[in-house]
Nanobody, 122 residues
Framework: QVQLVESGGGLVQAGGSLRLSCVASGRTFVSYRMGWFRQAPGKEREFVAAINWNGISTYYGESVKDRFTISRDNAKNTVNLQMNSLKPEDTAVYYC???????????????WGQGAQVTVSS
């Protein structure tokens, strides 16, 4: 079992930055690919970014590529999402998730955090 807790959400103006963090507890953090997903009201949950266990391989959704950066610190059981040049369409609840598979598909992630609200005003 893995418990995930996000922090760092909030309200920011368009063009601003936010940094989300997710702390994991439970089973060995290094065993998991970590991902960030988001869900806006009335929309399906979508992939944002993922990072492999070693922190070397990263993956991004098209809408956030070149603006968001995912990173992890295995010594601290933490994964971060640095979000720059934020847009109103980035407004959503952001979720941290963990999987043992090489995937970016929502159904393949086994553990989820409670979510952090990010609101970008225009």
């Amino acid at each position: 079992q893995v418990q995930l807790v996000e922090s760092g959400g909030g309200l920011v103006q368009a063009g601003g930055s936010l940094r989300l963090s997710c702390v994991a507890s439970g089973r060995t953090f290094v065993s998991y690919r970590m991902g960030w997903f988001r869900q806006a009201p009335g929309k399906e949950r979508e992939f944002v970014a993922a990072i492999n266990w070693n922190g070397i391989s990263t993956y991004y959704g098209e809408s956030v590529k070149d603006r968001f950066t995912i990173s992890r610190d295995n010594a601290k059981n933490t994964v971060n999402l640095q979000m720059n040049s934020l847009k109103p369409e980035d407004t959503a609840v952001y979720y941290c998730a963990a999987t043992t598979q090489n995937t970016i598909r929502v159904p393949d992630y086994d553990y989820w955090g409670q979510g952090a609200q990010v609101t970008v005003s225009s």
